[in-house]
């Protein structure tokens, strides 16, 4: 009970920010707060941890929880999957109070909350499942999409005609074997590679929700400031990962042609070079398109073309 009441002392005035305590997204998560020099140290088996530089506190939370805590304002701030927000979404519509604010796509954890059946079967499309059973630990989600199926705008409502004929059964894992063991005829779950999916027999047929780790937040931070000194922080290097500058020097006459090529984010930046006729330009670039980018910049006679790595950034605007 002390040290309970210990730690509620050392959350007083800080900044809650909740990270997914295992899981697909965690060792992202953590990479992702050191690079944004958010440091913080976590005793074993505790599953809050005081950060040093900082008046935040991260909270380890299960994923699908944290959609919760954050709408809920027990929380700031959180790190976890848009399949988990959805999920939520789902069972507890958002309003103009409630709820939570999307604020980054983070750029890690990309996957498709699909529905998938067995490979040999006959079923061709989603609308062949309606009143069979689908397993699923997306409960909510799979709910609402049946319930569009079968013509029914609002399952949660209530009332007459807003029974499922379609049966969803709860799952914690494993959700893959269940067409194969014959708990279900199709599942909805998470697929990355689809490679789990293959050896176990089954094809996609429909993508319920594209998804991709998220920053959220509640409507009701504790501290507007300190939250968005996060939020800017997160950003910066989330933007330094997936650009890089190029600097190149280019004749005048080419450079309109060359700004095209490397228009930046907002704007390069021009220097006039010692020789006569020359500029050097600085600009950031897509990391996943540096390499056309440098082959456009030869052709219109660019030289002395460097890829630099940045290490973070704040873009402001």
């Known amino acids: 009970m002390a040290g309970h009441m210990e730690m509620v002392k050392h959350l007083q005035g800080r900044v809650l920010l909740a990270v997914p305590k ?3 997204l965690n060792e992202s998560a953590l990479d992702l707060l050191e690079g944004s020099s958010i440091k913080f140290r976590r005793k074993d088996r505790v599953d809050i941890a005081l950060v040093t530089n900082l008046d935040i506190a991260l909270v380890f939370l299960p994923a699908a929880d944290i959609p919760t805590f954050v709408g809920e304002g027990r929380v700031d701030l959180g790190i976890t999957g848009r399949d988990q927000v959805r999920e939520h979404e789902a069972a507890v519509p958002p309003t103009a109070t ?4 999307e604020v980054l796509d983070l750029g890690f954890g990309k996957c498709r909350l699909q529905v998938q059946v067995p490979e040999e079967g006959g079923i061709q ?3 062949d499942l309606v009143g069979k059973n689908v397993a699923t630990s997306f409960v909510n989600l799979t709910r609402q999409y049946f319930a569009k199926l079968e013509g029914i705008e609002d399952v949660n409502g209530g009332g007459p005609g ?8 709860l799952l914690g894992g494993s959700v893959e074997t269940a067409c194969t063991l014959g708990v279900a005829d199709g599942i909805v779950d998470l697929v990355e590679s689809g490679e789990t999916m293959k050896a176990a027999g089954l094809k996609p047929i429909a993508s319920v929700v594209d998804s991709t780790a998220v920053l959220i937040k509640s409507k009701h931070p504790t501290n507007v400031a ?3 000194l996060i939020v800017s922080r997160i950003e910066g290097f989330v933007t330094a990962r997936k650009y890089v500058l190029c600097q190149y020097n280019i004749p005048r006459s080419a450079l309109e042609t060359a700004t095209h090529i490397t228009p930046g984010k907002r ?3 021009i220097n006039a070079l010692e020789k006569a006729g020359w500029v050097a330009v600085s600009s950031m670039v897509e990391k996943k398109r540096i390499a056309a980018v440098m082959d456009e910049l ?3 006679g660019a030289e002395d073309i460097l890829e630099l790595a940045i290490a973070n950034t704040r873009l402001g605007g």
């Not at 409630?98 to 604010?101: A, C, D, F, L, R």
């Open 298 to 300: 030869i052709k219109i």
């Open 125 to 127: 499309d989603a609308k």
């Open 22 to 24: 295992k899981g697909r």
């Open 267 to 269: 704007a390069p930046t």
């Open 162 to 169: 807003t029974e499922l004929r379609t049966h969803i059964k």
């Open 226 to 228: 300190l939250v968005n």
């Open 98 to 101: 409630t709820g939570v604010e």
